[in-house]
């Protein structure tokens, strides 16, 4: 049943046809040189996701006024770079991920002949959070074995009638990104393995929690481009990384010197730097570059503010071995 208020909110917004849309925002300052244009990205996109690129174009946020001479395609070119953001950052948030799992899973394998070593509450900081971690990755091992051929041999061959966890190989493959960065963010700071992947990133023995905390945000920028939200000016208000922590390693120090915490920029700068030191490659500057050259001049100095540049753009993004 809805409230009064739903009752309230019904009738003061009703649906409205792509041609209602694209009337709506002219009436409110936009124009509109492509209407065939403007109605295939509506159609495509939808008119509640495309606002917030239209906010920077707002005049007045109450009366939702634009500024004279906004255009709809600057607006579609934000929307359509936000999705080449996206790509290019999940690619290498990919690659990321895949690295880490691979050297967290050899490390902790290396430290002991016992596959299920990693489960040992000795090796963790908390035990409360242990235990949390791995009851969830029982939940996420159930929800794969009778699907997945691997480890349904496993069970079928070693544990028919038991619920138990896989060996680190497996339960490697099983975990989520944001699961995996809870295993090692509990770590204890001094264990060899939270050490060793360190190294791999490029982090020293001091910033191994630092490390942690940048992979649980990577994960969680991760999932929110795996369900195409809005990236590039999104504020990371819910997990941010402290300014202090990642041990004045160069050049990250000097990327992220006086930047937002909370913008994106953040966010692609320890993406970039982990990249750079885990595979030698700098894609995702390539691919910001790429993106950013498919917007005119204004437009793109507004992705640049918005996302958290600072004002010499991408020139901190400069790598050398």
Not at 1 to 14: F, G, V
Not at 19 to 29: A, D, N, V, Y
Not at 134 to 157: A, G, N
Not at 195 to 200: F, M, N, W
Request: glycine fraction near 6%.
């Amino acid at each position: 049943m809805a409230c009064n208020r739903c009752d309230e909110y019904a009738s003061a917004k009703p649906p409205l046809t792509l041609r209602e849309q694209i009337m709506r925002l002219q009436s409110r300052g936009v124009v509109v040189g492509d209407e065939a244009m403007a109605h295939a990205v509506l159609k495509r996109v939808g008119y509640s996701r495309l606002r917030p690129y239209w906010h920077p174009f707002e005049h007045d946020r109450e009366t939702h006024t634009f500024v004279p001479g906004t255009k709809f395609e600057d607006i579609a070119s934000l929307y359509n770079f936000d999705e080449d953001l996206r790509c290019a950052t999940f690619w290498v948030l990919g690659r990321i991920e895949t690295t880490l799992r691979a050297t967290w899973a050899n490390q902790m394998a290396l430290q002991s002949s016992d596959p299920f070593y990693y489960l040992n509450v000795d090796n963790y900081h908390q035990p409360d959070m242990h235990e949390d971690n791995v009851e969830r990755l029982l939940q996420e091992w159930e929800r794969v074995v009778e699907h997945d051929p691997q480890h349904k041999h496993f069970r079928e061959r070693y544990c028919p009638a038991e619920e138990i966890c896989p060996p680190v190989w497996l339960a490697v493959e099983v975990m989520s990104f944001g699961l995996l960065s809870k295993f090692y963010s509990n770590l204890r700071n001094r264990h060899p393995a939270k050490k060793e992947v360190a190294a791999i990133f490029g982090f020293g023995a001091e910033s191994v929690s630092y490390l942690g905390k940048t992979f649980h945000l990577l994960a969680l920028a991760r999932n929110r481009i795996a369900h195409h939200s809005r990236f590039w000016d999104y504020r990371w208000t819910a997990y941010t990384l402290p300014r202090r922590g990642h041990g004045n390693i160069e050049p990250l120090a000097s990327m992220l010197d006086g930047a937002d915490t909370q913008s994106t920029y953040y966010v692609l700068s320890h993406t970039l730097f982990l990249e750079w030191t885990a595979m030698g490659s700098v894609s995702l500057a390539r691919g910001v570059e790429r993106a950013l050259s498919k917007l005119s001049g204004d437009i793109q100095s507004i992705a640049l503010r918005r996302m958290g540049f600072p004002r010499e753009g991408l020139a901190r993004w400069v790598f050398e071995r």
